[in-house]
């Protein structure tokens, strides 16, 4: 056992905090659009605070140390690339702007209006599909990642008597299970402000373990081990990584491209997509998540950094001795991998920092599996069993139906977990899994809100293509591994690539011939525009200021002043990464002027700066996650609940959701909810 009474004091009171703040929310869950999208109540902070807690996890916290463990700096440098791109898609709203003007509760429903209800009720069948299944090892490395931290024993006795439990199922359950106690509560009400009270506090959690680690491992050492790489697999200099086989510089040209490809597409936060007050608070929320990111970020790098120098450095050979011992009793080689950097940051930390990192695992353990079951069990509900239903539920049988259909996500993603064996590393199953949706869900989604002559049949050529190759690249390998020596020659970035492009052309050329050209679609009708507006507040305000630059960022007049100062900090911010990038990349290229010690220079400051930042960052968003917190209070307990407005499409001709007057409120049905 590597905890202390002070460490298990820590998460125990951590646990009863985030159980008391859900149960505060279980009075204002009073209606359907409450339980899937808060009553699109949220304001910027929410969404941004809540949004990245449920979308990280334990699972991302280990992969993204996983890359860093195999590529050092450079993965940091050429991840550098994607910065152009992603202040292009937040400050023009890329795909997030427009899906909200349709007021979809979910994206299926936007097909509905936008293809038909048959292509709806297929493409919710794909997304759930991989949806389900790439949520399938979330808990399993979650438990893991507990068990091999916490030195739990592999199975206990059940409390008077000698009956065995074994450990890793046991903690499954125990974290799935107090995740659907959150989603359960109060749907997305209570996901998003428990998500967001647990992500205040791992913010301050974040900073500290950053700090810790810095002191413990100083840079001196970590320099050392750096400079100990391989020639041309460089953990230090970008420009010398030729041999770097998985995270290269193809992985995040790749990257870039899906970014664009799939920006918004991939559903797991589906119910924080739907939850803003309006577009522009969306808008202002993927705006800000760049200083919310930073000390996550942090700790992406920092503690597998730390973790490398222990394992290679001669004077740390007798802690490495200890954690390879450990590593080695795991015998999945995939898993030993992915434990590593959790067995090193447990023989690292002293008492309390130990139970912190332990508060942040549950932390994100909660948020994020709450989040893909609310998002999944509320996908199968909405964009399957109701459109084939046909006619609509109760208020109260509805929420029952998706409370059900949650917990079978639930239990699916627990026998997944418990009998999938991994054989890669997790990005790259997070790849291919999506790859199912993701590969044609891009062409229809931007192809849908963009484009004015994408048909049906399109769009279902390009489903069909994306789901093919995703499913056949999650089985293939599986296949090679038994009867090969060597890992699949195609990783899951580059089925990413394929399945992507074979779904676009197929998309574009369905499209033009079936008519798409001759009948173009009316987008204006379906983003509620002009003359089809439904509440003036929603609609895009297009600029009418004459400052050249302002219209360059996306500045319109629903900004205020401090939404304007925001965004360009934001642009400047970005741009600078940029600015840097290119002037060291042609330094580099074109004048060989770059030596090693500027790179021994660069990145502690890198680290440093990020530091300064993400200290008054996280102040900042703490008093604005406790105003947005206040204001969703109280004006749910205001809010005049419409019955109707439960996601149906009732004339997919004219657009129309299901909505009906406020006065129709059935009353008995509001108050059979909230009991």
């Not at 050392?224 to 041309?232: D, I």
Request: some cysteine.
């Amino acid at each position: 056992m590597n905890l202390s009474w002070i460490d298990w004091a820590i998460v125990a009171l951590s646990i009863i905090l985030v159980r008391s703040v859900s149960w505060s929310t279980r009075s204002l869950m009073r209606s359907v659009a409450d339980f899937l999208s808060a009553n699109r109540l949220a304001g910027r902070y929410l969404l941004t605070i809540g949004g990245e807690m449920g979308a990280i996890g334990v699972i991302s916290l280990v992969g993204a140390w996983q890359v860093f463990m195999s590529a050092g700096f450079p993965s940091l440098w050429w991840g550098l690339l994607s910065a152009p791109v992603s202040v292009i898609l937040v400050m023009t709203g890329w795909v997030y702007y427009r899906l909200r003007e349709t007021r979809a509760l979910t994206v299926a429903q936007f097909f509905e209006m936008r293809y038909s209800r048959r292509f709806r009720i297929f493409a919710g069948l794909v997304c759930w599909l991989s949806g389900i299944i790439n949520f399938g090892i979330f808990p399993a490395v979650a438990a893991r990642f507990l068990i091999y931290f916490c030195g739990l024993p592999l199975e206990f006795a059940f409390p008077g008597t000698s009956f065995m439990i074994p450990t890793y199922p046991a903690i499954m359950v125990a974290e799935l299970g107090i995740a659907l106690f959150f989603v359960n509560t109060g749907g997305q009400v209570s996901v998003m402000v428990t998500e967001v009270a647990q992500g205040m506090i791992a913010c301050f959690a974040y900073i500290a373990i950053v700090i810790a680690v810095l002191v413990l491992v100083p840079w001196h050492s970590e320099l050392t081990a750096l400079k100990m790489a391989p020639a041309n697999a460089s953990m230090l200099n970008p420009f010398q990584t030729g041999s770097v086989h998985d995270f290269n510089v193809w992985y995040y040209l790749i990257s870039i491209f899906a970014l664009f490809y799939g920006y918004q597409t991939w559903l797991g936060t589906q119910g924080f997509m739907t939850s803003a007050r309006n577009p522009h608070e969306q808008r202002m929320g993927n705006i800000i998540l760049v200083w919310r990111r930073m000390p996550y970020s942090l700790l992406t790098w920092v503690v597998p950094l730390a973790a490398y120098t222990i394992l290679h450095l001669p004077q740390y050979a007798d802690l490495a001795a200890t954690v390879n011992a450990s590593v080695h009793g795991i015998s999945n080689t995939a898993v030993q991998n992915e434990m590593t950097v959790p067995i090193v940051l447990a023989h690292l930390l002293p008492v309390g920092l130990k139970g912190i990192v332990v508060m942040v695992v549950i932390f994100l353990s909660f948020t994020c599996h709450d989040t893909y079951m609310h998002s999944w069990g509320s996908m199968f509900v909405q964009d399957v069993l109701m459109p084939l239903r046909n006619k609509p539920l109760r208020p109260t049988e509805h929420v029952r139906w998706l409370r059900w259909s949650i917990f079978f996500v639930a239990v699916f993603g627990f026998f997944f977990s418990l009998l999938y064996q991994e054989t890669d590393k997790i990005y790259f199953f997070m790849a291919i899994t999506g790859t199912i949706w993701l590969g044609g869900a891009g062409a229809v989604m931007i192809g849908g809100l963009y484009s004015r002559i994408g048909t049906t049949a399109g769009a279902y050529a390009a489903m069909i293509a994306g789901a093919v190759l995703g499913i056949a690249g999650l089985i293939i390998p599986q296949i090679w591994t038994a009867h090969h020596t060597t890992p699949f020659p195609i990783n899951g970035q580059w089925m990413l690539l394929i399945g992507s492009l074979i779904s676009i052309a197929l998309y574009v050329l369905i499209s033009v011939a079936t008519g798409g050209a001759k009948r173009p679609f009316n987008l204006e009708r379906m983003l509620h525009r002009g003359a089809y507006a439904v509440d003036p507040h929603e609609h895009e305000v297009k600029s009418t200021v004459k400052n050249r630059w302002q219209e360059m960022l996306g500045m319109g007049s629903e900004f205020s002043t401090g939404d304007k100062i925001l965004a360009i900090l934001y642009a400047v911010w970005t741009l600078a990464q940029v600015a840097v990038f290119v002037v060291v990349t042609i330094m580099h290229y074109g004048f060989n002027a770059v030596p090693d010690s500027f790179w021994t220079i660069f990145w502690p400051s890198f680290i440093w700066i990020q530091v300064a930042i993400s200290i008054p960052a996280t102040i900042w968003f703490t008093v604005g996650g406790i105003k947005d917190i206040r204001d969703l209070f109280a004006d749910l307990k205001t809010a005049s609940r419409n019955h109707d407005d439960d996601g149906r499409v009732v004339d997919q001709g004219q657009f129309k959701l299901a909505a009906a007057p406020v006065d129709n409120v059935d009353i008995d049905a509001v108050e059979e909810v909230v009991r």
